[in-house]
């Protein structure tokens, strides 16, 4: 996480309220997710972080304890909550103010989004600046959350954050998503044995991104998303997958990519190519039944601070 402010570290849980502040700190969405399965019996995911942000702002003050928001918004508040337990500053009061564009329920990480950054900001307005590690721990324990705090693309354990690690930042990629409706649910609930039995196109596209990452090519980190998409079209039922990559085939994108059952499937294209909005035209174009179309920037994840 990058601040502009000269943080210091402080474990005064009786600090003068004047030191303390207020912090807007963004996260970013997904688009589902680049390929996912399990690493033993832990689940996990490649996260596909987007140009599209939840903003989190938070003030604390002296005169607590309490949080309070003018959004209806229990979890972040509950991140809030925690983090500042985590701080040793429970004492305190905090106001927040939520700014999130991201639709709810469609697999593109608005909730993950909102925790993420309501923890950082809260950290940031006592001074303190926590660790990627420790935003995914205190975001877990309130929910399943996607790993957009981690930097860069990143394996993530949704349950528990038993697998964390940042696999490195994403060539230049674009994404044509679409909603086609439905209820997204979580690929990964009650999967676990499911998941196993497909380890193989699983391992297949995890090596596939690692080099696509390694050697900055778009080429390669569609190809591995395919492969897993595909992967999970053995675990549940995605009846426009077939449609999507014949599609992609058509316009010269790289690949597809999934996520949640009937959530956002995603059309991957190299951005050095510069076919995003010719294909999101053609996209509008050949699914006119698709709720919703998108076009993002796949980006590195973490959380930013806002002046």
């Known amino acids: 996480m990058t601040s502009g402010d000269d943080n210091t570290h402080s474990e005064d849980t009786n600090a003068d309220p004047g030191a303390l502040g207020t912090a807007t700190v963004r996260a970013p969405g997904v688009c589902g997710v680049l390929a ?7 689940p996990f995911s490649v996260t596909c972080p987007v140009d599209f942000y939840s903003r989190v702002r938070v003030e604390v003050s ?6 309070e928001a003018t959004e209806d918004c229990e979890k972040t508040v509950a991140a809030v909550r925690r983090t500042l337990a985590h701080l040793r500053r429970a004492k305190l009061r905090a ?15 608005s909730s993950s989004a909102d925790l993420s950054a309501a923890i950082a900001a809260t950290a940031l307005a006592l001074g303190e600046e926590l660790s990627p590690y420790d935003i995914a721990q205190i975001a877990l324990s309130i929910e399943p959350t996607g790993g957009v705090m981690m930097p860069g693309l990143a394996l993530f354990d949704h349950r528990a954050g038993m697998v964390r690690e940042s696999l490195g ?19 990964m609930d009650d999967r676990t044995r499911r998941w196993s039995a497909v380890n193989k196109l699983t391992d297949e596209a995890l090596g596939l991104i690692r080099r696509g990452i390694a050697e900055r090519s778009p080429a390669l980190v569609g190809q591995g998303a395919t492969v897993a998409a595909e992967a999970g079209r053995q ?24 996520g949640h059952r009937d959530g956002v499937s995603g059309v991957l294209l190299d951005a050095t190519q510069r076919r995003g909005k010719s294909t999101y035209i053609k996209a509008r174009e050949a699914f006119p039944e698709a709720q919703t179309v998108y076009h993002f920037r796949v980006l590195s994840g973490g959380v930013q601070t806002v002046a």
């Open 95 to 109: 106001a927040v103010r939520v700014s999130n564009p991201i639709p709810r329920g469609r697999g593109l990480g």
């Open 169 to 187: 930042a994403p060539p230049p990629m674009e994404i044509v998503a679409l909603d086609f409706g439905g209820s997204p649910g979580s690929s």
């Open 235 to 258: 675990i549940e039922s995605r009846p426009r997958l077939e449609e999507l990559v014949s599609f992609a085939r058509e316009v010269g994108a790289v690949g597809v990519n999934g």
């Open 62 to 67: 002296g005169d607590g304890p309490g949080v």
């Open 36 to 42: 996912q399965g399990v690493l033993g019996d832990m």
